[in-house]
């Protein structure tokens, strides 16, 4: 669990719609980019553990799809939108220091 803001990523690695996976702290983290806003969430599905950077990036939705069974996960919220996923994944706060992505808890 992140506890402080760590560097996760450069924002040349996450280029406007597209998306990609880190390991932080232990932590496999999902980070995207819609409309120029970075947004970071688990990076496994909560249905059956597929890896969510395998899948498709929603971006006029601000969704990923799974590529197992086509969940969907809003990236702002980490909610599962579309089933048969019912669990939210988690959610972490993205800050932007120059072109560093620096991923924390959410609230911190």
Same mark, same amino acid.
């Given at each position: +669990?992140? *506890?402080?803001?760590?560097?996760? @990523?450069?924002?040349? !690695?996450? =280029?406007?719609?597209? +998306?990609?996976?880190?390991?932080?702290?232990?932590?496999?983290? #999902?980070?995207?980019?819609?409309?120029?806003?970075?947004?970071?969430? /688990?990076?496994?599905? =909560? /249905?059956?553990?597929?890896?969510? !950077?395998?899948?498709?990036?929603?971006?006029? *939705?601000?969704?990923? +799809?799974?590529? #197992? /069974?086509?969940?969907?996960?809003?990236? *702002?919220?980490?909610? @599962? =939108? @579309?089933?048969?996923?019912?669990?939210?994944?988690? $959610?972490?706060? $993205? *800050?932007?220091?120059? !072109?560093?992505?620096? #991923?924390?808890? $959410?609230?911190?």
């Amino acid at each position: +669990m992140l *506890r402080e803001f760590v560097k996760a @990523a450069k924002t040349s !690695d996450v =280029s406007d719609g597209t +998306m990609t996976s880190v390991t932080v702290e232990g932590e496999a983290i #999902l980070i995207a980019c819609v409309g120029g806003k970075y947004y970071a969430i /688990h990076n496994k599905c =909560s /249905h059956q553990g597929a890896w969510l !950077d395998q899948g498709d990036l929603l971006a006029d *939705r601000c969704e990923v +799809m799974c590529p #197992l /069974h086509e969940a969907c996960f809003d990236l *702002r919220t980490g909610d @599962a =939108s @579309a089933g048969p996923a019912k669990t939210p994944v988690k $959610v972490y706060a $993205v *800050r932007v220091e120059g !072109d560093d992505i620096l #991923l924390g808890p $959410v609230g911190g």
